[in-house]
């Protein structure tokens, strides 16, 4: 897939599976992208390799729904060290995707890599907490999260291009 980086807004979302958090980022990012006119490159990845190929978690792509987004399309594939020079800002949803994230980077690559929380006020630090294990409840506590990484994204891009 090219990857247009002349807006220098090519986004990867991060996570363990690329099945739960960083599709469930990826689909809120597409939406509020959408919402406010703004083009973005946005992609997301996982650090594993278990899930490559497959579909979100039946219950991220339900409470997606729940929320006006369409994830079903999205495959899950694994980071490489190409995506640090294909994509600006690498979002990482907890320390360990972070860890496993650095070991994969190359010494050239431009990526800029964080938390995905970091981004939000007041929120720094934080993880985006993995909802696989648990009940439906968690994959609403991880739409919110990522919504409020989304909005931010927005809120920088919004105030850049003015
Ligand atoms: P994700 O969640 O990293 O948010 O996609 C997980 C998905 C799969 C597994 C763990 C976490 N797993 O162990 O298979």
Redesign the pocket.
């Given at each position: 897939m090219p990857y247009d980086r002349t807006n220098g807004r090519a986004i990867l979302f991060l996570?363990?599976?690329?099945?739960?958090?960083?599709p469930l980022a990826e689909g809120a990012a597409r939406a509020a992208f959408a919402r406010a006119g703004i083009d973005a490159t946005l992609d997301s990845a996982?650090t594993g390799d278990?899930?490559v190929g497959c579909p979100p978690d039946p219950r991220a792509q339900a409470e997606a729904q729940r929320r006006g987004a369409d994830i079903s399309g999205l495959r899950a594939r694994q980071l490489t060290s190409d995506d640090f020079g294909r994509f600006d800002l690498i979002l990482a949803?907890d320390q360990t995707n972070l860890r496993d994230a650095r070991r994969v980077a190359p010494a050239a690559g431009t990526a800029r890599l964080c938390l995905m929380l970091d981004l939000v006020a007041g929120r720094a630090g934080e993880s985006v907490a993995?909802p696989?294990y648990g009940d439906d409840d968690g994959f609403t506590a991880t739409w919110d999260d990522v919504s409020a990484v989304a909005a931010a994204l927005v809120a920088d891009a919004v105030a850049s291009s003015g």
């Amino acid at each position: 897939m090219p990857y247009d980086r002349t807006n220098g807004r090519a986004i990867l979302f991060l996570c363990l599976g690329n099945i739960c958090r960083s599709p469930l980022a990826e689909g809120a990012a597409r939406a509020a992208f959408a919402r406010a006119g703004i083009d973005a490159t946005l992609d997301s990845a996982g650090t594993g390799d278990w899930h490559v190929g497959c579909p979100p978690d039946p219950r991220a792509q339900a409470e997606a729904q729940r929320r006006g987004a369409d994830i079903s399309g999205l495959r899950a594939r694994q980071l490489t060290s190409d995506d640090f020079g294909r994509f600006d800002l690498i979002l990482a949803a907890d320390q360990t995707n972070l860890r496993d994230a650095r070991r994969v980077a190359p010494a050239a690559g431009t990526a800029r890599l964080c938390l995905m929380l970091d981004l939000v006020a007041g929120r720094a630090g934080e993880s985006v907490a993995d909802p696989y294990y648990g009940d439906d409840d968690g994959f609403t506590a991880t739409w919110d999260d990522v919504s409020a990484v989304a909005a931010a994204l927005v809120a920088d891009a919004v105030a850049s291009s003015g």
